[in-house]
Each structure stands twice: as C-alpha cells, then as structure tokens.
C-alpha cells in the first residue's frame, strides 16, 4: 500500500504452507472412481492460478474399512488418480476412506458414507395459475407451473438435486485430457421463492416436498431433458456446493476470500457420496 515505510513479507507473516488438494466424489452407479489431486496456492505469495497443477507422482488409497488400502494408479490422459469400482466396489449406506500423500505435503485423509436411492414417488404437475411472478414479471394470463414433487423418507437427513453427469474432452490443448463433471440444474422452491441447486429436507422432514421447477409451460408437450438424474446426496455434497455457490457469486478485489466446505483432514477439497436414479423411468406427469 502506499501509506507503508517499508515492504512487509506477508507469507513469512502469515506462516502459510502449501497444502493438498484432494476432490473425489463417489457412487454405487459409476465404473470408475476419479480422485483429482493438486495444492494450494499460497495467497500472499508469488504466483498465480495457472501454477496450480495435478499432482501426477502422488500416493493415492481407497479403503472400506479404514483398515484395508487399495491403490489408484495415476491416469495420464485424465489426470486423475483412478480405479474401477470392479475392483472397490460402492455400496450404499457404507461408509468409505481415502488417503492420499505426495513429496512436500502434509498426508490427507477423509471419510463418507453414501446415502440410499429411496423410492420417493417423484412425479410432476402442472398447476394452472394466474397472476404470479417469475424472476420479477408478472404473468397475468392462464398458465401453467410445472412442480417436482415426492415424499420425503422420515427420521433421517436428506439432501437432494436434480441433474446429468457429463464427460468433457479436449483434444486441442497439448495434452488431451478428460474430465467427469455432475450438472445439477438450477430449480427454485415454489413455496418461499429461494433459488438453489441442491435442497434439504430440513425443518421439512417426512413432508410432501414440492419444487417449482418451470413456468409457463406446456403440460402436453413438456419434457424433463434437463433432468435426467435425481441426485440423494450426502452432507458433505450438499454444504460444498451450497458454499460454492455463496462463493461463486462474489468476484470483488480487497475482499477476504471465501471458503468453500472442505472436509479433508490435512489438506483442502471434498470426499463426499452420493447415489442416483434414472428418471427417464420414474418420473411421470400429472395435471391440475
């Protein structure tokens, strides 16, 4: 600043350390299990984003008891640490562990227990409706609001999204690399207007839950392309990407960062589980 007398070594100040990086999410529905594996980037240092790399000569186990370890090979082309489900296979209501080090860094561990896929009798309607506002315009004339709605198992936690998994490949850089990524669609609650992409049952366990998903639709020609999945998420998915969100949506200079939800013992990241359910054959349509 330029009100200081003389230069302040703030990373000497703040005794930051580069830590790890790990981010692994789990299902009983994949193949493949995917762990990406990086550092920090030390925010008073030199440097910037485009120096934080995948860690490709680090030490990576899975483990379902917390006692037995089994290795995941490093995979150049996706660069992430991999192993077929065939061989750790996921069950749900299990609980998992995962371990990972590299020279320089502090060991990382975590834990997860993936939730059930419950048969919640999800199905649409569609309300005729008059009169009401959507991101702020009124729709005065006859219409139609399409809701998602199922039953919420009682006595326990639940956290829910809707969505697809989609592979992305790029064969333009230098190195071709892939990358599996969960999209879960933007949805707002109907009945308090709040915008968000994963949702909780608090406050409303073992209750009729009831989404508004889209407006001024069609009922004879609507269709659910966008959501081709029905997430049942863990805890840990559902407080990382409720910080995600919280924090995407600030980009201003002179502000503290914002951290996201991390539930890695040592390090940063997310080892969190979830389960799936195709809805191309649950999910049905019904009018009112």
Not at 177 to 197: C, P, Q, V
Not at 200 to 214: A, F, I, K, P, V
Not at 217 to 227: C, N, R, S
Request: hydrophobic share 35%.
């Amino acid at each position: 600043m330029s009100g200081c007398i003389s230069d302040v070594n703030l990373e000497d100040q703040l005794h930051e350390t580069r830590k790890l990086v790990l981010f692994c999410r789990i299902a009983p529905q994949m193949d493949t299990l995917g762990v990406s594996l990086s550092h920090t980037q030390l925010l008073y240092g030199s440097g910037s984003r485009d120096d934080i790399q995948p860690i490709a000569d680090g030490f990576v186990e899975f483990s379902a008891d917390g006692e037995h370890w089994v290795t995941a090979p490093y995979d150049p082309v996706w660069q992430r640490y991999r192993l077929a489900t065939a061989d750790f296979p996921i069950l749900e209501g299990h609980t998992y562990y995962v371990r990972a080090m590299a020279e320089g860094f502090e060991p990382v561990s975590a834990s997860c227990t993936v939730p059930y896929a419950r048969e919640v009798g999800l199905h649409s309607e569609h309300d005729l409706s008059q009169g009401d506002v959507h991101y702020g315009e009124l729709y005065a004339y006859d219409h139609y609001d399409t809701y998602l709605c199922w039953q919420d198992p009682a006595g326990e936690e639940n956290y829910y999204a809707f969505g697809q998994v989609s592979t992305w490949e790029d064969e333009e850089e230098e190195e071709e690399w892939r990358t599996t990524h969960l999209y879960f669609s933007l949805a707002y609650l109907g009945d308090d207007g709040r915008e968000g992409k994963v949702f909780s049952d608090e406050g409303r366990d073992g209750t009729r839950m009831r989404l508004l998903y889209d407006y001024d639709t069609d009922p004879e020609d609507w269709g659910a392309e966008d959501l081709s999945l029905m997430f049942f998420l863990d805890r840990n998915n559902y407080l990382y990407e409720t910080t995600y969100s919280d924090a995407s949506g600030i980009d201003l200079i002179l502000l503290e960062p914002t951290q996201t939800y991390s539930n890695i013992q040592g390090g940063f990241g997310l080892f969190a589980a979830y389960s799936v359910v195709d809805l191309s054959a649950t999910l049905t349509k019904t009018g009112r």
